[in-house]
């Protein structure tokens, strides 16, 4: 009867140099292996240096929903002091695809580079796979190991699914608590967390941690914009696989500016009203101004606020001057923003002008023989004082140096040849506007 195949695992072993004894491993009793040693030789080993590495130098990509995509990115490292040429990058299973690069392609010493490696499974199971490099380094073929898992079911549960930051301004971060649910009937083990993506970070607890079915733990998702514009990237939590989508957009600290410095508004009557325009312009990052304030005399009108400017843009701002009295009058307007500058302010200046009012006073010729006539006026505290300068043989006058705002009492006196004056007439009382 033919013999059965038996398969034999060797290990080897190094023997005193002096023996030249055969070695004997006995199998059963029917089965003897005999190994002679020609001549006794000394065993020696050498490490070859790798000139073209890899780093991870393996890819678990752990447990992913079928249908659903996860990548990893490596890196190939030219450490030696030639250029290695890249002539080709396969994959042994088609669960598992390669991007990243199009060879061949040349990596200059001490350049490195990065590959795509992609697990899609289309079946639930464990899949395994090999990145295989091919190259004119010392070592012309390149290894990575990959593992991963297809799954079925859903076992992870992000709260809220993907995180949109907005508008993050330039050094400072921005943090959102994200609560992962295991969703599972069964135990689900967090063995690593990444974070991809320009200014993205995440934290969490110490990995790796279970999740019993129904369990959930928090980690925190961070954006620190390095520079304005909008950015996006991911966390990939493993274990059980799930990406979590990030999404925000750096902004710069704008600078609110107003021009002129100092609105002038001339002379103005009292009881009208003049109008100028103030330019509100924003530069290098928007400007939100949540008030703007003035004082009573100076009214502000046109955009409501909040007002958001764009940087870059400007508005402009209607100030009208409505004087209440007469005489200098000057203001401030001041707005109050999150720009760089918190509070902006402008000046404003006019003259307030009274109106030009006059008295204009007639009265009855005197019935005597008269050669002229004089005006007195006074203050409700006052005493008369004669208002015209010499003596006026009309029965009118008009009286152009009054104060607005004031009452006067006036009264008139006849004059005859010989000089001799009359008493007062009766007061007529005026009330100047």
């Not at 004997?24 to 000394?42: C, G, M, Q």
Request: glycine share 8%; hydrophobic share 40%.
């Amino acid at each position: 009867m033919r013999p059965r195949c038996a398969t034999l695992t060797l290990k080897a072993m190094r023997l005193p140099q002096s023996s030249a004894e055969p070695l004997s491993i006995r199998l059963a009793s029917a089965f003897t292996i005999l190994v002679v040693w020609a001549a006794a030789l000394p065993l020696c080993a050498r490490a070859a240096t790798e000139q073209l590495n890899c780093s991870p130098t393996s890819i678990d990509f752990g447990s992913v929903l079928v249908g659903q995509k996860q990548t990893e990115v490596i890196a190939l490292t030219n450490s030696g002091t030639t250029s290695v040429r890249i002539s080709a990058v396969s994959v042994s299973s088609s669960e598992f695809s390669v991007s990243g690069i199009t060879w061949p392609v040349t990596l200059a010493a001490g350049r490195r580079t990065t590959l795509k490696v992609t697990f899609d499974p289309t079946k639930a199971g464990s899949m395994y796979g090999t990145v295989v490099v091919t190259s004119s380094a010392s070592n012309p073929r390149l290894y990575l190991a990959l593992a991963g898992t297809g799954s079925k079911f859903e076992w992870l549960k992000a709260t809220p699914p993907s995180v949109s930051f907005g508008n993050v301004t330039v050094g400072t971060k921005a943090t959102v608590p994200v609560v992962l649910t295991n969703v599972y009937s069964v135990s689900a083990t967090l063995t690593a967390f990444a974070d991809y993506g320009v200014g993205f970070s995440a934290t969490g607890p110490a990995l790796p941690v279970t999740l019993p079915p129904g369990a959930s733990v928090t980690i925190h998702v961070s954006l620190a914009p390095p520079g304005p514009g909008a950015t996006g990237g991911s966390v990939l939590i493993k274990g059980p696989y799930l990406n979590i989508p990030l999404t925000g957009t750096g902004t710069t600290i704008g600078e609110l500016t107003i021009s002129p410095a100092t609105l002038k508004f001339g002379s103005v009557d009292v009881g009208k009203t003049e109008k100028e325009v103030a330019t509100l312009c924003a530069t290098g990052g928007n400007v939100t101004i949540s008030s703007a304030k003035s004082n009573s005399e100076f009214e502000i009108s046109g955009p409501s606020f909040p007002l958001t400017i764009s940087a870059g843009h400007s508005v402009e701002l209607d100030v009208v001057f409505a004087p209440k009295e007469g005489g200098v009058a000057s203001g401030t307007l001041t707005l109050t923003s999150n720009a760089s500058k918190k509070q902006t302010t402008e000046s404003f200046d006019g003259t307030g002008i009274l109106p030009r009012y006059s008295v204009e006073l007639w009265w009855s010729p005197s019935t005597s023989s008269i050669v002229g006539y004089n005006v007195y006026r006074r203050t409700a505290a006052g005493s008369y004082s004669k208002i015209n300068k010499a003596l006026d043989p009309n029965t009118a006058y008009t009286d152009s140096t009054i104060v607005s705002g004031t009452t006067y009492y006036y009264a008139a006196t006849a004059v005859n040849a010989s000089g001799k004056e009359s008493s007062y007439s009766k007061p007529l009382e005026v009330v100047v506007p």
